[in-house]
């Protein structure tokens, strides 16, 4: 039998219906379904108050590279392969990655893509974690973080694929060398609030955004119930702002954690282009760039 058919989840995104039924039906399959909760530190006590039965905890400020000075980096391979040994996850595992219950859907598609980063073969999202406790679906209520029995060692990948990201390095090389023009190789998403990105914000950081990127807030592909809208919804966005799908895309945020979220959408609603998550994202480009190069451009 192959994986494919083992697996009873049929696209990237898992309604809570389709969710409730494996985990329902979960004693009959050769393969473990994992819920995953994704979620910073200051989220452990929402995520002890309500959860998906079987869950694990996946805490975005210890599972990154502690040695770079920007947020939620991705992890060394081995450091990635410990963590995932400590939860006791293995690599056959079908993985569902959600949000804690406030914050809806945010964390969720970089943890999903952190896992297929590293090669993890059947990850998906849910969509989402408030609507599954709208819709009245088991929960745990007040239970301690805890692992999976333990097993197996996870496997660590020596040299995960890159066609995935994109580091600040070859970013700048490439709009040092060829500034947008019309039949571009590329084009630049920024999933930031719409303020951040004209740089009409006027916080302490440096606000603004990079030549040729267009902006896609993250709020614009949610739901009231902050939940990723259906793909027709989507599919009519992306047109609106001119997102080619023959053309790879670069996604960007502040931290390269709702840059995952627009690749997420995209996906969702059909685009197949290749994607490219810049990890440093805006937190890296606006220390490295100095705005007199024309390099941070506000509107």
Request: net charge negative.
């Amino acid at each position: 039998m192959s994986e494919n058919m083992e697996n009873p989840f049929k696209s990237l995104l898992v309604s809570p219906s389709d969710l409730h039924s494996a985990l329902s039906n979960a004693s009959s399959s050769p393969r473990r379904i994992v819920p995953v909760a994704a979620g910073r530190e200051s989220e452990l006590n929402s995520y002890e108050a309500k959860h998906v039965p079987g869950s694990v905890f996946f805490n975005v400020d210890q599972i990154r590279d502690t040695n770079i000075p920007y947020p939620f980096m991705l992890p060394s391979p081995s450091h990635f392969a410990v963590c995932m040994t400590e939860l006791g996850i293995r690599a056959d595992d079908i993985l569902i990655i959600y949000d804690t219950l406030e914050i809806g859907l945010y964390f969720s598609p970089r943890v999903a893509w952190i896992f297929r980063h590293f090669g993890h073969g059947e990850v998906h999202v849910l969509n989402s974690f408030p609507r599954y406790v709208e819709q009245g679906y088991e929960v745990l209520e007040g239970q301690k973080v805890e692992a999976l029995i333990a097993g197996e060692n996870y496997p660590e990948r020596e040299t995960p694929v890159s066609n995935d990201v994109i580091d600040f390095g070859e970013l700048y090389g490439l709009l040092s060398a060829s500034p947008k023009t019309e039949g571009s190789q590329y084009q630049i998403l920024d999933s930031r609030p719409e303020s951040q990105f004209s740089g009409s914000d006027t916080g302490a950081a440096i606000t603004g955004h990079m030549p040729s990127a267009v902006n896609v807030p993250l709020g614009s592909l949610l739901s009231d119930d902050k939940s990723l809208l259906p793909a027709s919804q989507l599919k009519k966005l992306f047109e609106a702002k001119g997102v080619n799908e023959a053309t790879p895309v670069i996604l960007t945020c502040n931290s390269g954690t709702t840059a995952a979220a627009l690749g997420l959408a995209l996906e969702a609603s059909g685009y197949l282009m290749p994607k490219r998550l810049y990890d440093g994202s805006w937190s890296e480009w606006r220390d490295k760039v100095a705005k007199e190069e024309g390099f941070i451009i506000v509107d």
